[in-house]
């Protein structure tokens, strides 16, 4: 799998249905009908998937996504949702 790149998040347009464009490590790019773009973090608590927003793009830019994804990810290893 590719990661994303600013150039690929800017070149992405909306399609007639929801789709998400994937990162890594669960972090994925939701892109929406009426062109909106909103970050993504999926992992599993206590065996079921959960989803959390990390922002909307580009208030919350790639390389800013990554780093709130690592930090939930550190706070759900250590038994902290």
Avoid: C
């Amino acid at each position: 799998m590719m990661l994303l790149t600013e150039l690929g998040i800017r070149r992405a347009k909306p399609k007639s249905s929801v789709y998400s464009l994937k990162d890594g490590k669960e972090l994925s790019l939701r892109i929406e009908p009426r062109g909106g773009k909103l970050w993504h973090f999926r992992f599993y608590w206590q065996g079921k998937q959960q989803r959390i927003s990390l922002g909307n793009y580009p208030d919350v830019g790639l390389l800013q996504a990554r780093q709130r994804r690592d930090d939930a990810r550190t706070l759900i290893a250590n038994g902290i949702n």
